[in-house]
């Protein structure tokens, strides 16, 4: 038998565990993913917070309350060792209520026995001190110096790149269409491009994993869909925060969360909204949906910028499991099949803490590989023009001069920067955009899309009609312009 | 670093940047430098492959490309420093005789310290977001700016069966553009109960085309995952608002946005201007001076224009007052009168006047009217107007003595 491990899914979950497997010496990383990138799923449209862990109830989610502070902690390490950049700027819970205030020492008591450090009440006045936006009828709020913001699509990168170095293989637009079990064993998976051997299948499918399970033969989950909106503000619009606000929790959500974005956007979202356990495609937006964002986002501050300060709005899907937990095993029945499932929130948080449970699971499920003596920690993030102070970007520009022509005027992106995302994997434009911003400014793509796609034609060797924005079927065109009346074949 | 000094800095190289590099330098101001991000000069003129520019004031009926080939030839005979593909990171106000620009191009990052500098950086699209279309992100939703340029400078075909949602005159121009490459241009979909265009473009975009105008609707949201397989359009109420039974589902595979532009300003304001919120750019006085001294303000950055002119000539009032600027070592101090927006009017450029010179204004109506009045109460000043619409700028010209005479100037339209 081939001593393979097969990951499902190239989200953030599934390369953090293909990161730490791919450390074990002779044993073989493929992670199969059927988008045309690494991070389209859950893992690309979320809040990019990582949660500190006073919020998951140990009894009811032990998995989360668990895996969520551990993760915390591993996610300083991993953010260094990968180049993600990070704002550890801590959050804060604002009560506006007795009952908040309730809720609030509730969520003290949960974050101690978790293992939190550091969270502190504060009264109405401090919060004001530390936050001056926040709204004048805070009474307190709980502080957590440990949370933190990142890119959620920069970080799954990051992973990817890191995975690759380590000598995993990433297969994209690689749609799993059955799991092969024999003798109570699997054996691989059917592909959308064929039969992929493997002593194990790790299932990191999001919002898919109940569907791999079942091709597997389990079937005592689900997941379904549950929808956040967001909306995205010009990043000259503010007052911004300084730290995460949130409000006092439900039961169901975290709630509408007021937040300053690593790229300094002012970022409000989400809502929750459950769909039917089939919709695990549908991220549209709606208008009541982003009314209510809106709405219960006021709350938190005096004042929100301007509607007309609102760049961007999308939404996501949280992959919410039956149970509530995070769904985290190696299985006796069929041997070999893992899980790491329902990674809804802190599922970003806990990714590196997932990772490293799903290894010691599976040692003690009789994987026996020892550590590489050669194993790089370490990630170079791609240069950031904007970033560089002006003699460097100077020296940068005169060795190479694509580095001094900027293409994304709004972000400030050079072609340097777009040519270096597509030697490290970019195919497409949101590939592009995900990995070097151009595209996520004020004018969304409409100065830039073209330039971008023009580049990509050329270190691709195709006609630049036909680059996509997000994979085989979102081509940025039809043909050449006289393709209609000239008859000629063009794209279905 | 290299430091370079100028007399006159101008950021953009369209037709209103091209004009007034070209007539400072006539005026003969010595180190002009011109930069612009694209690769090319003209700003958008060169993806304006139709005709319909040039004819107010060359007195011929031109395309985009002959009017852009026209300026840059007359800058190019002049003594003026072009940089192209120059992105203009940051600018900065130093003294009341030097501004600062930090300029990155593939040849070199420089910056400049200029005594005047002529900002001329143009608009952008609104995009879907701005209009608050909701629903899904696929590909095939692109500005009516973009679909030019992908037609007509990068010769792509951009869909099949189109929507255009707004009918300013971009939307128009392209929804006959797409007609012409064997789009069906299935409808254009404008908010308002009349067309944002200018009617010369109603008529020869769409009623010679056949192509329907859906007046007070609006597009809600897109559909499709990859790709753009259908909109949701409704008819809106007086108050704007969709009214949800009259929701249907116009199948296509591509949706324009012309749903209005927005002056660049984010490096003026980042320099300390001060912005108008009417019209989105900066608020001028009649030498077209910012709140910065020295930095002037010309085309789409100024205010959203719908004739080339119009941002040609402000880019020549920019650079004579630039001029003056230089000569004189900046402008005598005087009692400015800030023009006060009256009824039916939705903004009116420069905002500030002294007297200085006979000025031109700028004003934009705030809807549809026949023979309406143009009123300056405090002048006893009352112009008959036969047709206005919003698409189209009304001018007036005041005299530098009556201005002068005015304790304060309210402009309205009645």
């Known amino acids: ?492 | 670093m290299p430091t370079r000094r100028v007399d006159l800095l101008v950021v953009g190289g369209g037709p209103a940047g091209l004009a007034a590099a070209a007539r400072a330098s006539e005026l003969g101001v010595r180190r002009v430098v011109l930069v612009d991000e694209r690769r090319w000069l003209g700003g958008i003129l060169p993806q304006c492959i139709h005709p319909g520019f040039g004819l107010h004031r060359y007195g011929r009926d031109m395309t985009g490309c002959e009017l852009a080939e026209k300026l840059i030839d007359r800058v190019s005979s002049l003594d003026v420093d072009v940089y192209t593909e120059a992105h203009t990171v940051r600018m900065g106000y130093e003294s009341y005789l030097s501004k600062t620009a930090e300029v990155l191009t593939p040849r070199g990052a420089f910056r400049f310290r200029a005594k005047t500098v002529v900002y001329a950086a143009g608009a952008r699209e609104r995009t879907c977001f701005e209009a608050g279309i909701v629903g899904s992100r696929p590909a095939g939703v692109y500005t009516a700016g973009e679909v030019q340029e992908m037609m007509d400078v990068w010769g792509i075909l951009p869909g099949r069966e189109a929507v255009v949602a707004g009918s300013g005159d971009v939307g128009l121009i392209v929804a006959r553009r797409l007609t012409l490459e064997g789009v069906k241009v299935k409808a254009v979909v404008e908010l308002m109960p009349y067309p944002g265009g200018l009617l010369r473009n109603v008529v020869q975009c769409l009623e010679d085309y056949q192509i329907p105008l859906l007046l007070s609707h609006v597009v809600l949201a897109v559909e499709g995952s990859k790709r753009v397989e259908s909109v949701l359009v409704a008819e809106v109420d007086e108050n704007l608002r969709a009214r949800e039974e009259t929701v249907k589902r116009i199948p296509c595979d591509l949706l324009v946005i012309a749903v209005g532009l927005i002056p660049r300003v984010e490096l003026l304001a980042g320099a300390g201007a001060m912005i108008d919120p009417k019209t989105g750019g900066p608020v001028v006085n009649e030498f077209l001076e910012t709140s910065l001294p020295g930095v002037f303000a010309a085309g789409n950055a100024l205010v959203i224009n719908d004739l080339v002119e119009h941002a040609m000539e402000q880019g020549e009032l920019a650079a004579e007052s630039a001029y003056r600027f230089i000569e004189d070592g900046g402008f005598r101090s005087a009692s400015w009168k800030r023009v006060r927006v009256g009824d039916g009017l939705r903004f009116v450029v420069p905002q500030l006047l002294a007297g200085f010179r006979d000025v031109k204004l700028y004003l934009r109506a705030s809807s549809p009217s026949e023979n309406a009045r143009l009123l300056i109460p405090e002048l006893g000043k009352s112009v008959r107007l036969r047709s206005v619409r919003p698409a189209e700028m009304i001018t007036l010209t005041l005299k530098a003595e009556d201005v002068l005479k005015a304790e304060r100037l309210t402009v309205k339209l009645v």
């Open chain 1, 1 to 492: 038998m081939l001593d393979r491990v097969v990951v499902v899914g190239a989200g953030v979950v599934g390369l953090s565990i293909a990161r730490v497997l791919s450390a074990l010496e002779g044993l073989e990383v493929v992670v199969v993913e059927k988008e045309a990138d690494v991070g389209w799923g859950a893992s690309k449209a979320n809040t990019g917070i990582i949660h500190s862990g006073y919020d998951d109830d140990p009894v009811k989610y032990p998995n989360r309350a668990r895996l969520a502070v551990k993760g915390n902690r591993l996610w300083t390490t991993w953010a260094e060792q990968l180049s993600i950049p990070v704002d550890w700027c801590g959050s804060l819970v604002l009560a506006r209520s007795s009952e908040d205030r309730r809720v609030l020492r509730e969520l003290l008591a949960r974050g101690i026995r978790n293992g939190v450090p550091a969270l502190r009440i504060l009264d109405g006045e401090e919060v004001r001190a530390l936050e001056p936006m926040v709204s004048e009828d805070v009474v307190e709020a709980l502080w957590s110096p440990t949370a933190g913001v990142l890119s959620p699509y920069e970080a799954t990168v990051a992973l990817a790149e890191n995975c690759v170095e380590n000598g995993v293989k990433i297969l994209t637009e690689t749609l799993v269409k059955g799991v092969r079990v024999k003798d109570g064993s699997v054996e691989g998976v059917e592909t959308s491009r064929g039969f992929i051997g493997a002593r194990w299948v790790v299932n990191a499918a999001g919002l898919y994993a109940d569907e791999i399970a079942r091709m597997a033969g389990v079937s005592d989950y689900t997941i379904t869909p549950r929808r956040g909106e967001y909306l995205v503000f010009d990043k000259d619009a503010g007052p911004k925060p300084s730290r995460i606000l949130f409000p006092t929790p439900t039961p169901v959500s975290k709630g509408v969360v007021v937040e300053t974005t690593v790229a300094g956007n002012l970022m409000i979202g989400p809502n929750a909204v459950d769909l039917p356990r089939d919709a695990k495609e549908e991220t549209y937006t709606t208008k009541e949906g982003l009314a209510y964002v809106w709405r219960e986002a006021s709350k938190l501050v005096k004042k929100l910028p301007g509607k007309r300060e609102v760049i961007r709005v999308f939404s996501g899907l949280r992959p919410q499991p039956s149970g509530g937990d995070f769904i985290v095993r190696v299985l006796e029945e069929p041997e070999g099949f893992v899980e790491a499932a329902g990674m809804r929130s802190p599922g970003l948080a806990a990714a590196p803490a997932v990772a490293l449970e799903i290894l010691r699971l599976m040692r003690l499920n009789g994987l026996d590989h020892g550590f590489k003596k050669r194993w790089k920690a370490e990630r170079r993030a791609g240069l950031r023009i904007m970033g560089l102070g002006w003699d460097m970007l100077e020296k940068t520009v005169s060795r190479n001069p694509s580095y001094g022509r900027v293409v994304c005027w709004c972000e400030g992106v050079t072609e340097g920067e777009v040519v270096d995302a597509i030697r490290r994997g970019a195919k497409t434009i949101d590939g592009v955009k995900f990995r070097t911003r151009a595209g996520m400014g004020r004018c969304q793509g409409a100065f830039c899309r073209l330039r971008i796609a023009a580049i990509l034609a050329r270190e691709l060797g195709k006609p630049i009609w036909s680059i996509t924005v997000k994979g085989t079927g979102s081509e940025l065109g039809v043909g050449d312009v006289k393709s209609l009346l000239e008859g000629e074949d063009v794209a279905d």
